[in-house]
T-cell receptor
Framework: EAEVAQSPRYKITEKSQAVAFWCDPISGHATLYWYRQILGQGPELLVQFQDESVVDDSQLPKDRFSAERLKGVDSTLKIQPAELGDSAMYLC??????????????FGQGTRLTVV | AQSVTQLDSQVPVFEEAPVELRCNYSSSVSVYLFWYVQYPNQGLQLLLKYLSGSTLVKGINGFEAEFNKSQTSFHLRKPSVHISDTAEYFCAVSVRGGYQKVTFGIGTKLQVIP
């Protein structure tokens, strides 16, 4: 069964260091999402890609966060420098296979980031 | 912009009892509605979705939800819960058309008591 792959599953980093997360969506999915989920809260959209283009990054803290999806397939989310408040689960999701009308987002297992 | 309100942060219920998790949404245009479940340290798994048609939607694990346009609600129900249903449940909405940003509620923790 096709699934969204994320790595690493867990990451511990020191404050002010750089950290990166990787996501490989389900093959053929045009839309890719990065969400941040702080403990006890719902997922908050950070950035949404349609193919290789960013269509929504209104909640992305652009002074320290960056995201790219260069070939419209896999994606990387980077934080530099990391702050204590960035500790959270980072979830990647994909949707919209081109050949169907499925609209739900399929989620990866997430990356649990702890900043110390 | 769309938004989701989950009215209960925690719902304790005894095993084999029925449960309802409440969700209300706000949007100026037509929407798609979803319920997801999340187990500890896992991603989100789709339980069910409403796209169009019948307002009663059946999902996995015996859950169902009813879309009520006049009350802008999409409450999740199960007639008899099991210990394994203990998890966090998220209601989500996306608007029809456009790039379909998916917006989530804050979640409801369902605690099934033996």
């Amino acid at each position: 069964e096709a699934e969204v792959a994320q790595s690493p599953r867990y990451k511990i980093t020191e404050k002010s260091q750089a950290v990166a997360f990787w996501c490989d969506p389900i093959s053929g999915h045009a839309t890719l999402y990065w969400y941040r989920q702080i403990l006890g809260q719902g997922p908050e959209l950070l950035v949404q890609f349609q193919d290789e283009s960013v269509v929504d990054d209104s909640q992305l803290p652009k002074d320290r966060f960056s995201a790219e999806r260069l070939k419209g397939v896999d994606s990387t989310l980077k934080i530099q420098p990391a702050e204590l408040g960035d500790s959270a689960m980072y979830l990647c999701a994909s949707s919209f296979p081109r050949e169907t009308k499925n609209t739900e987002a399929f989620f990866g297992q997430g990356t649990r980031l702890t900043v110390v | 912009a769309q938004s989701v309100t989950q009215l209960d942060s925690q719902v304790p219920v005894f095993e084999e009892a029925p449960v309802e998790l409440r969700c209300n949404y706000s949007s100026s245009v037509s929407v798609y509605l979803f319920w997801y479940v999340q187990y500890p340290n896992q991603g989100l798994q789709l339980l069910l979705k409403y796209l169009s048609g019948s307002t009663l939607v059946k999902g996995i694990n015996g859950f169902e939800a009813e879309f009520n346009k006049s009350q802008t609600s999409f409450h999740l129900r199960k007639p008899s819960v099991h210990i394994s249903d203990t998890a966090e449940y998220f209601c989500a909405v996306s608007v029809r058309g456009g790039y379909q940003k998916v917006t989530f509620g804050i979640g409801t923790k369902l605690q099934v008591i033996p």
